[in-house]
């Protein structure tokens, strides 16, 4: 069984203890050091999404985002070393 580990949001404010990730052009925070374990993710270019598809956005695979597909050596991967 899965146990919930941190649910990341999307603003367009800058947050306290940001780190810039240069491979996906965000800044994000850790999770681990908040409260109720939230990622704050400000895109360096807010992508532009039809409201009403916002809900869906993250759920559409990477290629069909335009994003490349899989992640660079040293990537957020939990789990693997």
């Known amino acids: ?14 947050q306290p203890g940001e780190s810039w990730v240069p491979f996906s052009q965000v ?8 409260p109720q374990r939230i ?5 360096k270019v807010m992508p532009e999404v ?3 598809q916002v809900g869906l956005w993250k759920l559409w695979p ?4 335009g ?5 660079p ?3 957020h991967r939990r789990g693997r070393k």
Do not use: C, K, Q, S
């Open 67 to 71: 994003l490349p597909r899989g992640r």
């Open 27 to 34: 800044w994000v925070t850790n999770p681990r050091l908040h």
């Open 39 to 43: 990622e704050y993710i400000r895109p």
């Open 1 to 14: 069984m899965r146990e919930f580990d941190h649910i990341g949001i999307i603003t367009t404010e800058p």
């Open 62 to 65: 990477p290629a069909a985002r």
């Open 73 to 75: 050596r040293g990537g």
């Open 50 to 52: 039809d409201p009403a």
